[in-house]
C-alpha cells in the first residue's frame, strides 16, 4: 500500500525539436529532388542553347587558351584576367569540339554550384537529401538573381562557389594540408579566393599556409616558360584591373571604389574609406576567429567576412561573387544559434537581388550596381555585427586568453 507515495523516476526530459526545423530536416522526397534536377538541368540547357562557349565570359577564357594554342600571348586580350596557371585550364576547354563545349560548359558550372551548396550543406552536418537542402538550393537558384547570372555567363567564380566551402569542410575534419590544396587550386584558376589565406594564418596552419601558395605558384612559374609575353599579366591586366576596367566591366563593378564616384565622392576619398571598412571587415574577421567556439560556424564567419571586406576594396567586384559566401551562411541557419542567416537584417540584404525586384532609376543595366553595392554592404554590415558579438549564452573570453586554434572534431 505504501507503493503509491514511493517517489517517481522519470527519464530525462529532451528538448523537442522546433516544428520548422524537424520538417526541413525530414528527406526531401523523389519529387522535390526530380523537380530540382529538372531546373538545374534547364538553367544549363538555356545556356547551351544560348551561348556556344557556355557563357559569355567563359568565352573570354576559351579564346585565351585558343590563342595559347596557336603560338600567340593570352594576355594580348585584356579580358583574360587570371594568372598563367589559368592558361591551362582555359586550353582544356579550347580543345574539346565545340559541340561538346556548348553543352558541357554550362553542366559543369551549374554542377560546381550544386557542389558547393552540398559541401555547404554537410559543413554543418545536415542531410544532403533533406528539404532543406533540396529546397535551398531550389530557391537560390530560383529566387536570387546572382546565382541565375553566374551560370548565364559561365564565369569561373564558379569554381571559388565549390571550393570555399570544400576547403571548410576539410579543415573542420582537420584535414587542413588538403584544404589548402583545394583553395590553391581554386587561386591558380581564378584568385578570388585569396583572402582566405588570412583564415589559415589565423589558425596558425602554415602547411596549409604553403600548400595554398605554392600550387598557383608552381602552376604559373611552369605556365610562364611556356607562354608568350607572361609579363602581360603584371604590365597590362594588373594596371587594367587597377583602373577599374573598360567600359563595359564599371558599370557593373559594385566596390566602393567604383560606386562612391558615381555619387560625387573624390576617387581618393572613396579609395581611403573602402580601405578603412576593408580593414575594419578584418578586424572583425579576426575577432570571430578568437572566440574560439567549437563548430563549423568560426570558419564559415570568418571565411565570409574575409571575403566580403575584400569585395568592398577590390575592383572589380561583382553581385555573382557573393554566391561565394551566401549559400555557405544560409547552410548554417538551421545549426548555428548566431548564424548571420537567422537576423532579419540578412534577408533585407537580399531583397535587391530578387530576380524581379525593382526600383525607379535603377532598371538599366548600367545603374544596377547601386542595387548590388547595397546588398553587398548590407551582408557586409550584418557579418561583421555577428563577428563582434560574443556567443549566445557565452561570456566573452578575457583579452589575451587562450584560444584553440583548432575547430570541431580536431581539436
Known amino acids: 500500500m505504501q507503493l503509491r507515495d514511493a517517489p517517481r523516476t522519470s527519464a530525462p526530459r529532451v528538448p523537442a525539436v522546433p516544428v520548422p526545423r524537424a520538417w526541413l530536416l525530414r528527406p526531401a522526397g523523389p519529387v522535390a529532388v526530380a523537380v530540382l534536377a529538372a ?53 582544356g576547354q579550347a580543345l574539346l569540339p565545340a559541340p561538346v563545349l556548348r553543352i558541357a560548359a554550362p553542366l559543369v558550372c551549374v554542377a560546381l554550384v550544386a557542389a558547393g551548396w552540398w559541401c ?22 530560383l529566387f536570387w538573381a546572382p546565382v541565375g547570372h553566374l551560370m548565364n555567363l559561365g564565369n569561373w567564380t564558379a569554381v571559388g562557389v565549390l571550393a570555399l566551402p570544400l576547403a571548410l569542410l576539410l579543415a573542420d575534419r582537420g584535414r587542413w594540408a588538403a584544404a589548402g590544396m583545394v583553395l590553391g587550386v581554386s587561386v ?43 609579363g602581360g599579366f603584371l604590365t597590362r591586366t594588373l594596371p587594367f584591373l587597377l583602373r577599374g576596367g573598360d567600359a563595359l566591366m564599371r558599370p557593373f563593378d559594385c566596390s566602393w571604389p567604383a560606386v562612391l ?41 570568418t571565411a565570409a567576412m574575409l571575403m566580403l571586406a575584400s569585395y568592398l576594396v577590390s575592383r572589380p567586384s561583382y553581385e555573382h561573387y557573393l554566391v561565394v559566401v551566401v549559400p555557405l551562411l544560409l547552410a548554417g541557419a538551421l545549426t548555428a544559434a548566431d548564424s548571420a542567416a537567422r537576423s ?29 553595392v547595397v546588398t553587398l554592404s548590407g551582408l557586409a554590415l550584418v557579418l561583421a555585427v555577428r563577428c563582434v558579438r560574443p556567443s549566445p549564452g557565452r561570456p566573452p573570453r578575457p583579452a589575451g586568453g587562450p584560444a584553440a586554434d583548432v575547430p570541431g572534431p580536431a581539436r
Open 39 to 91: 531546373v538545374l538541368l534547364a538553367r544549363a540547357a538555356r545556356v547551351a542553347a544560348v551561348h556556344p562557349q557556355g557563357g559569355m565570359d567563359n568565352a573570354f577564357v576559351v579564346h585565351a587558351g585558343q590563342v595559347w594554342l596557336h603560338g600567340g600571348a593570352p594576355y594580348a586580350d585584356r579580358r583574360f584576367l587570371y594568372l598563367p596557371s589559368a592558361v591551362l585550364f582555359a586550353a
Open 120 to 141: 555547404a550543406v554537410r559543413l554543418f552536418r545536415l542531410p544532403a537529401l533533406s528539404r532543406f537542402a533540396v529546397l535551398g538550393l531550389l530557391g537560390l537558384v
Open 188 to 230: 591558380a584558376v581564378k584568385p578570388l579566393l585569396v583572402p582566405v589565406v588570412v583564415l589559415l594564418v589565423l589558425a596558425r596552419r602554415w602547411r596549409a599556409v604553403a600548400w595554398m601558395v605554392a600550387v598557383p605558384v608552381a602552376l604559373s612559374a611552369g605556365t610562364a616558360l611556356i607562354m608568350p609575353d607572361p
Open 261 to 301: 564616384p558615381r555619387l560625387g565622392v573624390p576617387p581618393v576619398l572613396a579609395e581611403a574609406v573602402a580601405l578603412a571598412a576593408a580593414a575594419a571587415g578584418v578586424v572583425c574577421a579576426r575577432r570571430r576567429w578568437r572566440r574560439a567556439d567549437a563548430g563549423p560556424a568560426r570558419l564559415v564567419d
Open 344 to 372: 532579419p537584417w540578412f534577408w533585407a540584404s537580399l531583397v535587391p537581388q530578387a530576380p524581379d525586384f525593382a526600383f525607379p532609376h535603377l532598371d538599366a543595366s548600367t545603374r544596377r550596381a547601386f542595387k548590388d
